[in-house]
């Protein structure tokens, strides 16, 4: 894994699509039959791009603590926001718009100094070669729950077509790779409609780490991704190896007009925490507006997540996941170097912060935006048979921060806990 991005910590998801049009959920609508696919792709015609201004996009993003950047170059749906030779299906010919958004977005987004990654579905419910075959080549039983964008109806599967897909997949994806300079992060989707041998795994993975060497792909290329992406439920247990939680801010991925059940900007902070304790990145959803503007109430949680990030940077960027919530009852992040420790405290306390099974002397403890330096002390512990005590750090309401607060704790050691059972003193 690269280091830049288990460095980066967030980043920013971008739904944008024609979609937006009728704020209907994205490509999901025709395939699971809300809307005919002939009403879903009259919204090519509302397509207008209008105020759509990649610089405000990049600079939004950079304010907002995010490293990274993955816009939707293509979705569910087929239609490609870039411009492609291989199908008419993009906002460049086939919408008002008439623009390459992923070239002005990449653009503004390198120019910021951020890491750019192209989203692109696997799935393409739009090409007429793409329903060929089923998934590990099984027919069902039963066809008639079989859904035409996927899978042909008559059970009948054609491998030659298939094939052309692929070829049309590689090559969309050739343009991706090679024509909007290096790319950072490839994130597929919709990996699960076919098996890895029909995505033609591994020697696909090789042919875009031929076009793109440094590329990192996420892990929806049946087990041949490189970190994990679980989605809009935070994990419990910390995923293996690297991974990156995506989510939305209210509930939907894209623009949709009535979805109104925001989340909160110190619920976002909070679940931001929660990622980067477990060694997470959290990748964070907005949905433009058809004409490319940013609803309000996201680009507040943006600006706002930003604002908090900035004061506390160094227990975010470059840090490894914390301390277990046995030890402390909220998250936690720990330097490179495992010698300062940093707590995230989500909720004002009554007068101490509680820290249990910790095994070296504290030299300094600071509240980091404030800078106010706290005191403790240590109550119980067997120090002679190496069983810690529990440390209590002093900190009512007053040294809060409007969010969330982050202690930060120094030692001359590298941080060691203690996870034993605990046992009779029988040496006093
Ligand atoms: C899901 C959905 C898709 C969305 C994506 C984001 O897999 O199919 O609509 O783009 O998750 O993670």
Partial sequence: MQQWFTDAKLGIFIHYG???????????????????REDYMKQLDG??????????WADMIARSGAKYSVLTTKHHDGVALFDTQYSDLSVMKATPAKRDIVKEWSDAIRERGLHVGMYYSLIDWSHPDYPSVFESGVVPADLSQVNRFSSPVDGIQDEETWQKFLTFNNNQLGE???????????WFDGDWERSAEQWNLPAFKEYLKSLSPNVIINSRLQGHGDYKTPEQGIPITRPEGAWEFCTTINTSWGYVHDDHKYKSLNQIIR??????SMGGNMLLDIGPMEDGTIDPRQEDILLGLGDWIRAHEEAIYGTQDGIMTRYYLGGSTLSADKKTLYLFVY??????????GLCNPIKKITVLHSGKELTHEIHGGVPWFDIPGTTWIHMTPEDMHEQVSVLKLEFDEEVRMYGGAGAVVTHN
């Fill in 47 to 56: 397509f207008t791009a209008s105020k759509f201004d990649a610089k405000h």
């Fill in 18 to 36: 024609i979609y937006a049009v009728q704020g209907v959920a994205e490509s999901w609508s025709f395939y699971n039959g809300k809307m005919s």
């Fill in 176 to 186: 991706v790779l090679t024509n909007y300079g290096p790319v950072d992060l490839l």
């Fill in 271 to 276: 679940m931001f925490c929660d990622c980067i």
């Fill in 347 to 356: 909720d004002a306390p009554k007068e101490n912060i509680c820290l249990k």
